[in-house]
């Protein structure tokens, strides 16, 4: 994803925090990994985003590896509502393959190569849900980065 690519979001080029996030994604410090988020609201496509709160895209080595998607959604009485309504859009496996994760409230299906993640809650006729979609091992990598980052460091080092 690069700027040219953001054009869903008319706009979020020009938007000074997506621009330092995308200058920085090439520097070290950032271990080649960038976060961008947008706000539906804030762009002239909203219409085409009804019902999204917020997107949330992670780039590392300009690939997208996680996408994040919170919707002000309907208030559903059980994660595996929305697990079944997410399965049928992506054609993915249906809720009794997905494995609970911390509560009743969330729930994760691995996939070769990517993890899905559903939440949905609903409190005091307030709901929130969200789905995410990581490709796996990219932590790791970070992980491995900035590691060896520390290592280069303390071989540098000069008292």
């Not at 997905?98 to 899905?116: A, D, I």
């Amino acid at each position: 994803m690069t700027v040219e690519s953001i054009a869903l979001f008319p706009g979020s080029a020009d938007d000074p925090e997506i621009q330092s996030k995308l200058i920085n994604l090439g520097k070290a410090s950032s271990y080649g990994i960038a976060e961008l988020g947008f706000y539906s609201d804030k762009y002239a496509t909203r219409t085409q985003f009804a019902g999204i709160n917020q997107f949330n895209v992670q780039l590392f080595d300009n690939r997208v590896t996680r996408v994040y998607v919170s919707y002000a959604s309907p208030p559903w009485n059980h994660v595996d509502e929305m697990v079944t309504r997410v399965s049928e859009a992506l054609s993915l496996p249906s809720a009794e393959n997905w494995t609970p994760v911390f509560s009743t409230e969330r729930k994760t299906l691995q996939c070769s190569g990517f993890s899905v993640e559903v939440y949905a809650i609903k409190q005091d006729n307030a709901c929130c849900s969200s789905v995410d979609l990581r490709m796996q091992g990219v932590e790791e990598q970070v992980r491995e980065r900035k590691k060896a980052t520390i290592e280069k460091a303390k071989r540098e080092f000069k008292p």
